[in-house]
């Protein structure tokens, strides 16, 4: 089998040349990082769900007209992406206080914040993913004034997108963050939602009971990551039971 050329590689994600020109292959990986790659791990099955969950949401995305650069699923860790010009920014919006603007403003994490927040990050792992204002984006040329507004009205549709997916099966999306690319389509561009949506990226809390079925589980220690990841899963009806553990072969007499 021919060998494949890597283009880049992340702390959970490897993308490889695709099989037609414009595409990659996006490969997930199993490791786990938190706290700029400081705490990491290998969760076994943590890739498969992801690569699941991302598809679940990108083309519920592609559905309602939220375009993203998602083409189709190729089996169980890999996608097929159209390739984008990466925005260096995270798009993160809030809608209940949460992780770092609960430490940044003193606000009680669970605290539901009057409308849905949206900040931007400069993603740069040396500097720790810094919060940046509009202003910074401008003046440094990361984004113009209608990429701005573009990323705002996709930040703000793929909210109200999971927001009432994941109120459907009882789950809290307390918040998320998107990552967007361009595609040049002739004379013009276009903003897509890139990367992955995954419980890498969002904070999940179950409805009644606050369960934490996210990141945090790792980040904070809370208990078995693949096997929240697993419910989230399940109640989306996006891969029955526990897929993460092989069913041992049975003995025939
Ligand atoms: P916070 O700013 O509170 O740490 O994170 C806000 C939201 O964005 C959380 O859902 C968190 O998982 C997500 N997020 C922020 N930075 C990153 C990042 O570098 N990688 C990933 N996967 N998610 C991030």
Redesign the pocket.
């Known amino acids: 089998m021919a060998r494949r050329t890597k283009v880049y590689e992340g702390k959970?994600k490897i993308l490889y040349e695709g099989p037609e020109p414009g595409t990659y292959i996006q490969y997930f990986k199993d490791d786990a990082t938190a706290f700029n790659a400081e705490k990491r791990d290998v969760i076994d099955g943590k890739g498969v769900l992801n690569n699941r969950l991302s598809e679940y949401f990108m083309v519920g995305l592609n559905t309602i007209g939220v375009p993203t650069h998602f083409i189709r699923r190729v089996n169980m860790r890999e996608q097929l992406v159209r390739v984008v010009d990466m925005i260096p920014l995270?798009v993160?919006v809030?809608n209940i206080a949460?992780?770092?603007?609960?430490k940044r403003l003193g606000i009680e994490e669970g605290t539901q914040l009057p409308r849905p927040i949206i900040?931007f990050?400069y993603k740069d792992d040396a500097l720790g993913?810094p919060l940046v204002s509009e202003d910074h984006i401008l003046a440094f040329g990361w984004a113009t004034h209608q990429d701005l507004d573009d990323m705002v009205g996709l930040a703000a549709r793929v909210n109200d997108f999971l927001s009432g997916v994941m109120t459907g099966v009882g789950i809290k999306l307390?918040?998320?963050?998107i990552e967007i690319g361009r595609i040049y389509e002739g004379d013009f561009q276009r903003l897509v939602v890139a990367d992955e949506i995954s419980p890498?990226?969002?904070?999940l809390w179950d409805a009644k009971t606050g369960q934490k079925l996210?990141?945090?589980v790792f980040r904070r220690d809370l208990g078995n990551l693949s096997e929240a990841y697993t419910e989230v899963a399940r109640r989306l009806g996006v891969m029955p039971g526990n897929t993460t553990t092989m069913p041992k072969p049975k003995l025939m007499n």
Do not use: L, M, W
Request: glycine residues 4%; charged residues 50%; hydrophobic residues 25%.
């Open positions: 959970a995270e993160v809030r949460a992780g770092s603007i609960s900040e990050y993913d307390v918040d998320f963050k890498d990226s969002c904070r996210d990141k945090d």
